[in-house]
């Protein structure tokens, strides 16, 4: 069933943050959300796992609808969505492989399982998460402020992925990271949908990752949907935004062409 | 002026009932899910652990201070033979409690509402509750029992040394020894005056942990919003002290001036 906004609204004080927001993800699918600072994308995936709740419409996660839950219902739904945010949200009491096999000691977790996973399994799974995102085992003692922001972010993404989720929720997934590691979670995300048909949804000012990672993109501005479509649907749009994510997108592959230099 | 004692009226009681539903909550959580002894001990021993060297250096001071000042005093009455009698029911009425709610305000509370407004603005409190974990369970329960248990134990701690402090420098100072500073202590204190200063830091310690808690975990706005919590925490926290004592004080007054007697002669 995916992931279903329907007239989503949403105000903090005067300002409106979302205003009859309503899109559909299918299941395996990548959505791109993409919009300048403030469009209120970091919102609608937090509307997902109900750590906000809209004053208007409904939030479809899979067939139960998230926006009437209690927090104790709203557990189970967390247990199947997994959330990278923005900023790394390390727990900094915590080490690194106190973090990331903090997921699969949840009782949501257990209750999923057969059997308690052995603390070898434990280990097992989070080494194997943190090869994913390209740290290695020297690692697991660290106390994420003795890493760097890059691979904080990092630790963050393979502590999402341990317990395996369903459906998973990218807030900015590449801000701070170097190239290289920046493909490899794009690659990661692509790989995730196709292989494990996992639904994502990437927040993401990030045009370039969008065309090539994205199975559809929606551009949200001053509240509102401007546009959604497929990639081949974006490129084609005449919305003067979508015009300038897709400039500045050129920009960083024609230096030149767009400076005026040659 | 009018305008802005209603305004600053209507702000505190808004914080007050805030406060207390969020108090409800943690009381609900308390009761309704399996409590971890392990993170609570770990709190327990933190919070006391950073507090104890303050406790104990202001104990002495504190003892001290009490003890010169009501020898001042008694002397005038030829009553220096009352003088342990006074200080220690002083202190273990109102100075012991009102002092360590204080100090636990300026050093665990504000931690508290910092780390957890830390928390909050990095988004690691949201990261607990998507990884499928109540926040308040996991974060809030074993402080706000920490805080509130650590409270007694430093109290205790903090009598006993600002007591011990207290004869030493009558005994240093006033020439009065040990024994004659503890001979007058029965008479000003009983069972009753000890229960009520415990019953006094539990309350006062409530009031550190649920308020540090509640700043600290409805922090927003990134470091400005930290500082803004970290300020309403102790501003907050010394002023329920002081009308929690008022309450408290009376409370004891009635209990010990009307109700005993009542009780003892309807028996």
């Known amino acids: 069933m995916g992931i279903r906004f329907n007239c989503v609204c949403k105000r903090f004080g005067p300002k409106i943050i979302l205003n009859d927001v309503s899109f559909e993800v299918s299941d395996g699918e990548i959505l791109f959300i993409l919009g300048k600072s403030g469009a209120g994308k970091s919102v609608t995936l937090k509307h997902i796992v109900g750590v906000l709740k809209p004053d208007s419409g409904s939030v479809f996660v899979g067939d139960t609808n998230v926006s009437i839950l209690s927090d104790e219902a709203l557990t189970a739904v967390r247990r199947q969505c997994g959330m990278v945010f923005q900023h790394p949200a390390l727990l900094d009491s915590l080490t690194v492989y106190q973090n990331v096999s903090f997921g699969l000691r949840t009782p949501q977790y257990l209750a999923s399982l057969e059997r308690p996973l052995t603390e070898n399994e434990i280990q097992k799974i989070v080494i194997e998460k943190l090869s994913l995102v390209n740290l290695g085992s020297d690692v697991l003692d660290k106390m994420p402020s003795a890493l760097s922001y890059g691979m904080q972010k990092r630790v963050s993404l393979a502590r999402t992925l341990a317990p395996s989720p369903r459906y998973l929720l990218f807030d900015e997934p590449t801000t701070g990271l170097d190239p290289i590691t920046t493909n490899a979670v794009n690659d990661l995300i692509f790989e995730l949908s196709r292989k494990l048909n996992v639904t994502s949804i990437v927040v993401s000012h990030d045009m370039q990752c969008a065309l090539k990672t994205a199975d559809r993109i929606l551009v949200l501005d001053q509240a509102k949907i401007l546009t959604i479509g497929s990639v081949s649907e974006i490129k084609q749009s005449n919305e003067k935004l979508v015009k300038d994510f897709l400039e500045e997108t050129l920009a960083l592959f024609l230096p030149s062409s767009i400076g005026g230099h040659g | ?267």
């Not at chain 2, 021993?45 to 008694?74: C, K």
Request: glycine share 8%.
């Open chain 2, 1 to 267: 002026m009018r305008e802005l004692i209603v305004k600053s009226m209507n702000r505190f009681f808004h914080e007050f009932g805030s406060i207390c539903l969020f108090v409800a909550t943690i009381v609900k959580t308390v009761f309704c899910t399996r409590g971890n002894a392990q993170a609570i001990l770990a709190q327990i021993s933190s919070v006391s652990y950073r507090s104890v060297s303050t406790v104990a250096f202001a104990g002495i001071f504190v003892g001290a201070i009490l003890v010169l000042q009501f020898h001042r005093i008694l002397v005038q009455y030829d009553g220096e033979i009352f003088l342990g009698g006074l200080n220690t029911s002083a202190v273990v009425r109102e100075v012991g409690p009102l002092l360590i709610s204080f100090l636990l305000a300026g050093k665990i509370g504000a931690f508290t509402a910092a780390e957890l407004g830390t928390m909050r603005v990095t988004e690691q409190i949201d990261a607990i509750q998507c990884l499928g974990t109540n926040p308040i369970q996991y974060l809030i329960v074993p402080r706000w029992i920490a805080i509130i248990i650590s409270s007694v134990i430093l109290l205790v701690i903090g009598l006993v040394i600002s007591i011990g402090g207290s004869m030493l420098v009558s005994n240093i100072l006033l020439d009065i020894n040990p024994l004659q500073f503890a001979s007058s202590i029965g008479q000003f204190t009983d069972l009753s005056t000890v229960a009520s200063g415990i019953f006094k830091s539990a309350v006062y310690g409530t009031i550190v942990a649920s308020v540090s808690c509640y700043e600290g975990y409805t922090a927003s706005g990134g470091a400005r919003g930290v500082g803004k919590a970290v300020t309403q925490a102790a501003v907050y926290i010394n002023l329920y002290i002081i009308i929690a004592n008022t309450l408290t004080s009376n409370m004891f007054e009635f209990l010990q001036d009307v109700l005993v007697p009542f009780i003892k002669g309807a028996w």
